[in-house]
């Protein structure tokens, strides 16, 4: 339930916004504004003293995007939003406002590519050490924990593996330490699960995929407590300044109001898909996070309430074999992103993860015959005829 009581599907409508006072405009208005006048001078230094609150300049706030920061954060469950302008943007503001030159993360194994590059970057440019866990017990977190350890950053479900961390064991195991949790929700999105009920700290989403879910924008979204997020509106989000812009809101804001219906298609589509591909003589493996028979699905069924859109997959043979696959696809399109309304299909190692080395790949799973599918919106047999033709082909 949202903060004030709503249940999801009302929230997703109607958080953040009353078109009272809004010339009764039903959709948010879009202020398409860099700036704010003041009244007088008294008044620009008291909203930059911050003892009267209003907008300054849009890098500082915009009530477009305040909308679906509030949006956001009432269906995380979370105290307050920021919205950035990517997924990356986000990521990287919430790990520089945490850390400092010789501080040390813990982060799960299988992280997207952009994420893991960037712990990269922290380590090689300001010396922040990471070490990488797959948080299957207790122990092994608490192994990695030191001094200089500032937080713990976990992906579930794994890009693009789909293994699935069990976030109450890994935010028990941080509270006890007072370290920070931090969730990538990207692939699950907060229709299907909500780390902070768990007792994890940050949520991060590339709003790019489900959040936007038709594949025309670019941004991020972070939802956690007030305190920690006005310090990183203080800081990273307006020193950096990768801000949202209110047009690209308004897209979002859009996009959300159907979540829990698209949600509920891809979760339908991609069970139908995920079984027929089980059965495919040519299929060697599929990962899906509501696999029942999968060693994980105790956890999904903590975590999880269905199972999301994204399945990965294995065909026999080599990278060209994969390729090949891929290039006999015919209504599938051939493309990284994910969560859009069109079903598209990735080759990880040459492509989100074609930058990690062979030895990174290995150790997270990622084989050269490992394909993701992000399973759209059409209808599902549809979507299985186009594989099926191809796999034939093999
Ligand atoms: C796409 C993605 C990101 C990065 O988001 P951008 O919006 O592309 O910057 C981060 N995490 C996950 C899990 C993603 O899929």
């Known amino acids: 339930m949202s903060q004030d009581d709503k249940l999801f599907d009302t929230s997703v409508v109607h958080d953040g916004y009353d078109a009272k006072g809004m010339l009764g405009s039903l959709s948010v208005p879009i202020f398409q504004t860099s700036t704010y006048a003041f009244e007088t001078a008294e008044q620009g ?4 003293s911050g003892k009267e609150n209003g907008y300054i300049y849009t890098r500082l706030g915009n009530p477009t995007v305040s909308v679906l920061e509030e949006r956001i954060a009432a269906l995380e469950g979370g105290e307050k939003g920021l919205a950035f302008s990517s997924g990356m943007a986000a990521i990287a503001s919430i790990l520089i406002a945490l850390t400092k030159t010789g501080d040390h993360i813990i982060c799960s194994a299988g992280l997207y590519g952009g ?5 990269n970057l922290l380590k090689e440019k300001y010396k922040i050490q990471f070490d ?11 192994s990695l924990i030191r001094p200089e350890t500032r937080c713990i950053y976990v992906e579930t479900p794994i890009n693009p593996t789909m293994k699935l961390i069990d976030l109450q064991m890994v935010a ?27 007792g994890c700290d940050v949520v991060i989403h590339s709003a790019t995929k489900y959040i936007g879910g038709h594949g025309d924008v670019i941004a991020g979204l972070v939802v956690g407590k007030a305190e920690f997020l006005n310090q990183v509106t203080m800081t990273t989000l307006k020193d950096i300044g990768g801000v949202l812009s209110p047009f690209d809101a308004w897209l979002l804001l859009r996009g959300l109001r159907t979540l829990p219906v698209r949600m509920e298609r891809h979760s339908q ?11 495919h003589p040519k299929v060697a493996a599929v990962y899906y996070p509501g696999d029942p028979e999968a060693f994980q699905y105790e956890i999904f069924k903590k975590q999880m309430s269905l199972g999301g859109g994204m399945i990965s ?3 026999e ?7 090949h696959f891929l290039n006999l696809l015919k209504l599938i399109k051939i493309a990284v992103s994910l969560g859009d309304t069109e079903t598209l299909i990735e080759h990880p190692a040459t492509m989100t993860h ?7 790949r290995d150790a997270v799973g990622i084989r050269d015959q490992l394909i993701r599918l992000s399973v759209g919106l059409e209808h599902w047999k549809d979507i299985w005829a186009d594989l099926k033709q191809a796999l034939d082909q093999l």
């Open 313 to 315: 997959f294995e065909i």
């Open 354 to 360: 074609g930058l990690l080395s062979q030895e990174e």
């Open 269 to 279: 589509n991609a069970e139908k898909i995920f079984s027929l591909l089980k059965d």
């Open 172 to 198: 028990e195991v941080s509270s006890k330490h007072q370290l920070p949790v931090i969730v990538d929700n990207t692939f699950a999105t907060p229709y299907l699960q909500r780390p902070l009920e768990l």
């Open 115 to 119: 994420t893991f590059s960037l712990f």
């Open 132 to 142: 990488i866990s797959t948080m299957e017990t207790r122990e092994q977190i608490e």
């Open 45 to 48: 230094e008291r909203r930059f």
């Open 317 to 323: 043979g080599t990278k060209e074999d994969a390729q």
